[in-house]
């Protein structure tokens, strides 16, 4: 059950539209938002060892590299609505953050 399963220490909210047709979602003054709260596995492979020596001290990579991807995440999120978040959209999604993160990083 997904309500069940225990989730991160700690919850981040990102805020982004609401579902198409909700009350405030055309835009204009008193525009409604959705808060949604998202596991999302960070993967990445280093492929110059010497560079990512260099990058930062070893145990500041992570803190880092995570602090990088949640921004990235954060800022496509706001543009998707809860349905594509939520519902069949997110494989599209997902594979369009990904390819964002592979052109900032």
């Given at each position: 059950?997904l309500?069940?399963?225990?989730?991160?220490?700690?919850?981040?909210?990102?805020?982004?539209?609401?579902?198409?047709?909700?009350?405030?979602?055309?835009?204009?003054?008193?525009?409604?938002?959705?808060?949604?709260?998202?596991?999302?596995?960070?993967?990445?492979?280093?492929?110059?060892?010497?560079?990512?020596?260099?990058?930062?001290?070893p145990?500041?990579?992570?803190?880092?590299?995570?602090?990088?991807?949640?921004?990235?995440?954060?800022?496509?999120?706001?543009?998707?609505?809860?349905?594509?978040?939520?519902?069949?959209?997110?494989?599209?999604?997902?594979?369009?953050?990904?390819?964002?993160?592979?052109?900032?990083?």
């Amino acid at each position: 059950m997904l309500w069940t399963n225990e989730h991160a220490t700690e919850e981040v909210f990102s805020i982004v539209q609401p579902p198409a047709g909700a009350p405030g979602s055309a835009g204009g003054e008193g525009r409604d938002l959705a808060l949604v709260s998202a596991e999302v596995p960070l993967r990445y492979v280093i492929k110059d060892a010497a560079k990512y020596d260099r990058f930062a001290p070893p145990d500041e990579r992570d803190k880092i590299l995570t602090a990088v991807a949640q921004r990235m995440l954060i800022r496509d999120m706001a543009t998707l609505s809860v349905d594509q978040i939520l519902g069949d959209g997110r494989q599209v999604a997902g594979r369009h953050g990904a390819a964002a993160a592979e052109q900032d990083v």
